[in-house]
Structures are given as C-alpha cells and as structure tokens.
C-alpha cells in the first residue's frame, strides 16, 4: 500500500539557517507526485513544491527543493536561509493511481512540526 | 487569480444537526476533492469529483456526502452529526483529471466544531 513517512515530529532551527524535512514514501507504482504543504495555524494548507517521479531534476520553488532521490525513495524537503514566517507544520504527499479505477488520489504523511527562532 | 475559496470559515453546530460546506476552486480546475483534518487521524481523504461526478470516495459512512456544480463548484454535507465530526475540513482543485502531474491547491479549510 502506498504510504507517507515522516519521521521528524518536531524540528527546530534558528534563523537564516537551512533545515531538511525527511520524507520517505512506499510506493510500487512507476508514476507518482511528490508533493510538500506547509500549514501555520491559521489552517490552510499552502502548496510548496512538486517533484513527478519522471522528473531528472531535483524541483526548487525560491528557498525551497526537494531533495529527490528515487532509489532511496526519500523526498526532502531543504529550506534555505529560515526566515520566522516558515515556523509552522509541514507536510509530504505522494499522489497515486488507485487500481482499478484509474483515477489518482493524495496520501499525506503525519507532518513535522518546525520552529524558528530569532 | 484567487485560490480555493472555502465558506464558512467557522462554525459551531450541535449534535444530531446537519452542516453544508461550500468550496469554489480555481479557475478553470474541474477536479475537487475533500479531506478532513484531525490531531488523531490526520488528513483523510473523503471523496473527489470530477466534472460534476464523484469519481473517488474514502472510508467515511454514509453521512458524508458531496456533489459537485456544473461550474465546478463544490458543496459537502454531514449529517447527523457527532461529537466525532469536529475537525478542519479542507478542499483542494486541481487542472486536470489526474492528480499524478497536476498541482493541487487547497483552501484555507472550514472549521467545524459540534458540541
């Protein structure tokens, strides 16, 4: 079955420094998306990054990449320089073909916490 | 251009009541799905449509139920609802017919509190 882990509950890291969100997922399909969210109380979940399995190249949005190593089946997440705003919750998602139907759907992992501080 | 947009933001209902939840998604995406958002059980998918047609439900009882407008708009109901309801209901949109390739946005979710 397919399957999101991310091991990290918590993470902490000063300001302007980089940090790495770990993400491994399990999955025997050959076509999948990768995707991150971030979350900050307020709730809504905010698109990040994506990284389809085909793709050669690592993605990278601004300060964010995905750390994408297919052998490995790990997709981290890496911010660059911290800034307070990215204290929030951060979560992996693979996107999948259901058998049978065709259509595709979104498992999500349990998420990592992560704090900035001044 | 405007993102998902979710109504209402927050609500309160009793048990036993019944609750609508609206989402409008991008522009020009067909795809909308539900998930709902718990500290126990994380984020569970509960069903997608796809032009105007549920194409995908998760492992929720009857009392979840959704459609989907001919112009894309997106509109989910419990019923008789529990205790057990209270969470943070989030839609998201997405381009195409298969998530696999296209970015999917969600909403800032709407926030149901049953008491």
Not at chain 1, 87 to 115: E, H, N, P, Q, R
Request: with cysteine; proline share 3%; glycine share 10%.
């Amino acid at each position: 079955a397919q399957k999101i882990t991310q091991t990290q509950p918590g993470m902490f890291v000063q300001e302007k420094e980089a940090v790495t969100l770990d993400c491994t997922y399990d999955t025997s399909d050959p076509s999948y998306g990768l995707f991150w969210y971030k979350q900050p109380s307020s709730g809504e979940m905010i698109f990040l990054i994506y990284q389809g399995s085909y793709d050669q190249q690592n993605a990278t949005e601004g300060r964010y990449s995905l750390n994408f190593q297919k052998a490995r089946k790990s997709a981290n997440l890496v911010i660059s320089a911290s800034q307070l705003g990215d204290s929030a919750m951060y979560f992996c998602a693979m996107s999948y073909t259901l058998s049978g139907s065709g259509y595709s759907t979104l498992t999500f992992g349990k998420g990592t916490m992560l704090l900035v501080s001044p | 251009k405007a993102g998902v947009t979710q109504t209402p933001r927050y609500l309160i209902k009793t048990r036993g009541q019944q609750v609508t939840l609206s989402c409008s998604p991008i522009s020009g995406h067909r795809s909308v799905s539900w998930y709902q958002q718990t500290p126990g059980q994380g984020l569970q998918f509960l069903f997608e449509y796809f032009s105007e047609t549920q194409r995908n439900k998760g492992n929720f009882p009857g009392r979840f139920s959704g459609r989907q407008f001919s112009n894309s708009r997106s509109e989910m109901n419990v019923s008789t609802l529990e205790l057990g309801d209270s969470a943070l209901y989030l839609c998201a949109s997405s381009l195409g017919q298969n998530s696999i390739g296209n970015t999917i946005y969600f909403g800032e979710g709407s926030w149901l509190t049953v008491v």
